[in-house]
């Protein structure tokens, strides 16, 4: 059985420390969250260059203040430098943080959730996408050498 550590720090450094904690305690994956504190996907590509044998994830990253292809571009460029170890999770957030504290509107989840995942997924799987959506518009390419497909993780 695998079991994953989800951890809070306020440092990258402190990340690290976690991880290599965790590896010694049994851990096999590692979840970092992005909200009020470091950038997820940074220090998880910090990280794993430094420990290698384990897997990452992001537990999660709110889907509305970040466009899809700019997310995809962090995500593969996280994916190349973890060498395919990353799992990308992903969601609406909360209202009162995304109309509260980012002053977007948090109208039609479901529709921007949809249109989201229809920009996202083909550049993470192919790196080319073409989608007119009712909240969102992708269309373009990423090459990210030494990136590949990884796993995409919904929270609902």
Same mark, same amino acid.
């Given at each position: 059985m695998r079991i994953g550590l989800f951890t809070f720090p306020t440092s990258i450094d402190g990340f690290v420390a976690d991880v290599e904690m965790g590896i010694d305690e049994g851990f096999s994956s590692f979840w970092l969250p992005q909200i009020f504190g470091i950038d997820a996907l940074t220090a998880i590509s910090i990280a794993a260059r430094e420990i290698p044998d384990v897997t990452f994830g992001t537990?999660?990253?709110?889907?509305?203040? +970040?466009?899809?292809?700019?997310? #995809?571009?962090? #995500?593969?460029?996280?994916? #190349? #430098?973890?060498?395919? +170890?990353?799992?990308?999770?992903?969601?609406?957030?909360?209202?009162?943080?995304?109309?509260?504290m980012y002053g977007m509107s948090f109208d039609k989840p479901a529709i921007h959730m949809r249109d989201y995942l229809d920009v996202l997924l083909p550049l993470v799987r192919t790196g080319k996408v073409n989608h007119v959506g009712k909240t969102l518009t992708g269309k373009g390419q990423l090459g990210i050498d030494g990136s590949s497909p990884f796993p995409v993780m919904i929270a609902v």
């Open positions: 537990s999660v990253i709110p889907t509305y203040p +970040r466009h899809p292809m700019a997310l #995809a571009q962090q #995500a593969l460029t996280t994916q #190349a #430098a973890t060498d395919g +170890r990353l799992t990308l999770g992903i969601g609406l957030s909360h209202q009162v943080v995304i109309e509260g």
